[in-house]
């Protein structure tokens, strides 16, 4: 089955900056890459996807970048602010109706 | 609106009982699904359903059952209760070109 790794388990950046998480996947097949932000307490949230046939896409202070080839993709906030302060996973599926396979999260936090 | 519900949004229950955990949605998407979520582990795939009597084994499924009777419906059940079982079970249904996840229930096993 698929197998998605996903890094910095935690990571701490001062308000402004940007902060990178990376994840990587094992399935070839998986075609569909959703991030998720998760505040304490709360459900996960959607914040971006990307699909397999798009190699990045912008939303504002979020991107995230794709690499089929390598099997893994990233996301990247620029401007960092403390709201973003809260766990992201990373996830993939054979496509967005499909079940998800999880990273394990990351912990950013945005110290002001 | 729209949405989905699960039910309850705490439970404490003991070792060896049986316990079911209601998820609902309004949305009358086929696709649903149910994840544990523990530190350390991120979200893991229990079960998930592609429709009324499709039921699909996921990466943790050992220890769960579902039942898929209707579209709005995606009850889990833990057989027969068990301290690792303690986690926060989120159910989730897409909703457009998303995976859209209910609020949780906190289920402690004692």
């Known amino acids: 089955g698929e197998n998605v790794e996903q890094h910095p388990s935690t990571l701490s950046v001062q308000e402004g900056d940007s902060a990178v998480i990376k994840c990587t996947y094992s399935?070839?097949?998986?075609?569909?890459f959703p991030w998720y932000k998760q505040e304490l307490g709360k459900r996960p949230q959607l914040i971006i996807d990307i699909r397999s046939n798009v190699g990045e896409k912008k939303d504002q202070r979020i991107a995230v970048t794709l690499n089929k080839t390598a099997k893994h993709f990233s996301l990247h906030i620029t401007e960092t602010q403390p709201e973003d302060s809260a766990v992201y996973f990373c996830?993939?599926?054979?496509?967005?109706?499909?079940?998800?396979?999880f990273g394990k999260g990351t912990s950013l936090l945005v110290t002001p | 609106d729209a949405e989905i519900t699960q039910s309850p949004r705490h439970k404490i229950t003991e070792t060896g009982r049986q316990v079911t955990l209601a998820c609902h949605q309004t949305w009358n998407h086929n696709n649903m699904f149910w994840y544990r979520q523990d530190l350390g582990h991120g979200l893991r795939l229990i079960h998930y359903s592609y429709g009324v009597q499709d039921t699909n084994k996921g990466e943790v499924s050992d220890g769960y059952s579902v039942s898929r009777s209707n579209t709005e419906d995606l009850p889990l059940t833990l057989e027969s209760a068990a301290s690792s079982q303690t986690s926060v079970y989120f159910c989730a249904t897409e909703q457009g070109r998303e995976q859209f996840f209910g609020p949780g229930t906190r289920l402690t096993v004692l």
């Open positions: 399935d070839s097949a998986s075609n569909y």
């Open positions: 996830a993939a599926a054979r496509n967005s109706g499909y079940a998800l396979n």
